[in-house]
């Protein structure tokens, strides 16, 4: 029998502020409805059949404020009740399990310097993250943890996170456990058919639709992206939809469309002919695996764990900035037999991307320790 009294450690469960929280609420939904119970610990009330534990914080400051979760966090978990297991999505080192949905920190703070493309500019992110109290905390708190023989284990979204443990933490493979990220299918139903949606969009259904999404489009590779459609073949019946804020002043297109933060990412995807996400940095990317289970085909990097899932569905860049193949995967976009091709696979390999695959890793987890 598995352990199946669970505590959750998370700042909070807000879907607004975007897809890690929307989907440690998911992945919560799926232990319970797996037969777990689940108890929160969280800086505000989780919504939902479970009870939380409100770790009150009074500190103005942003670092102090991550410092008083985490000290709060950190008794919690250590007095969580015996036969239970403590999952945390923030770095507490008494937890069982930590499960950062953004990947580990020395990473993601890389590669997000990496994306800055000058010297000067890596130099300013990393000067910025030096002077940033909140990242110097969970940083710290996280090596911590990390680097205790009796910390938490490790559970990463894909391979690119738990090579990524092992590279900045020196973790043994005992402390590392992939637990795939998964996707809602049902919340990916659009409202409507494929025709009525590009007909409120102003495209005809002989356009090719591109489609990317990124709230920071610097790390995401949009510009990028927008240097490489301008190189397209003016001939081609194309159209880039960019979800998110992008500033065109600078790279302005007349088929380029910005739509500005969107709602209605199931009716988009439906839309779209392919997915292209050349990211600098992704731990497991939710609008990748979104597309893949919605049967579309993706060009994205291996800089992102999702792409791990892509197999034939797609193509994998080694490097966000490398404008040759990105320019060769934009051209092979435009060519209907590699898009049925790839989309075929994408109906293949979606059904298997639901969150319940992770549910099921962390049930196998759970009863691995009742043994």
Excluded at 74 to 98: H, L, Q
Excluded at 146 to 166: I, K
Excluded at 275 to 300: M, Q
Aim: aromatic share 4%; charged share 25%; net charge positive.
């Amino acid at each position: 029998m598995s352990i199946r009294d669970l505590l959750l450690i998370a700042e909070g469960t807000d879907t607004a502020r975007g897809g890690q929280e929307r989907s440690i609420l998911e992945l919560a939904v799926g232990l319970r409805e797996a037969g777990c119970s689940i108890r929160w610990a969280a800086k505000r009330e989780v919504a939902g059949p479970w009870s939380t534990e409100i770790v009150p914080i009074t500190s103005r400051s942003r670092g102090a404020q991550i410092r008083q979760f985490l000290g709060a966090a950190e008794v919690i978990a250590k007095s969580a009740r015996p036969g239970s297991a403590v999952i945390s999505f923030a770095p507490v080192r008494a937890a069982d399990f930590y499960f950062p949905r953004g990947g580990v920190l020395p990473e993601a703070l890389a590669r997000s310097a990496i994306s800055r493309g000058t010297r000067l500019g890596r130099w300013i992110s990393r000067g910025s993250a030096i002077f940033d109290s909140r990242r110097r905390t969970l940083l710290a708190a996280e090596r911590a943890a990390l680097s205790d023989p009796s910390g938490p284990t490790l559970l990463a979204l894909s391979d690119y996170v738990a090579e990524s443990g092992r590279r900045h933490y020196g973790l043994a493979p005992s402390r590392i456990r992939v637990v795939r990220n998964g996707v809602d299918a049902e919340r990916l139903r659009p409202f409507s058919a494929r025709s009525e949606i590009r007909r409120a969009l102003g495209l005809a259904e002989s356009t090719t639709v591109l489609l990317a999404a990124a709230h920071n489009p610097r790390l995401k590779g949009v510009p990028e992206l927008l240097e490489s459609v301008h190189r397209l073949t003016p001939s081609e019946d194309w159209v880039l939809l960019l979800i998110g804020r992008t500033d065109l002043r600078h790279q302005p297109h007349p088929r380029v469309k910005v739509l500005g933060a969107r709602d209605d990412v199931a009716d988009l995807l439906e839309a779209a002919d392919v997915l292209v996400h050349p990211t600098y940095y992704d731990p497991s990317s939710r609008i990748v695996l979104e597309a893949l289970s919605r049967g579309l085909p993706v060009i994205t990097t291996r800089y992102n764990g999702a792409s791990e899932d892509v197999q034939e569905a797609g193509i994998v860049l080694d490097s966000p900035s490398d404008p040759s193949a990105l320019d060769s995967a934009l051209g092979q976009a435009m060519d209907p037999e590699w898009r049925s091709n790839a989309r075929e696979a994408a109906r293949r390999i979606g059904p298997g991307l639901g969150v319940e695959r992770q549910v099921r890793g962390v049930m196998e987890l759970l009863a691995e320790m009742s043994r």
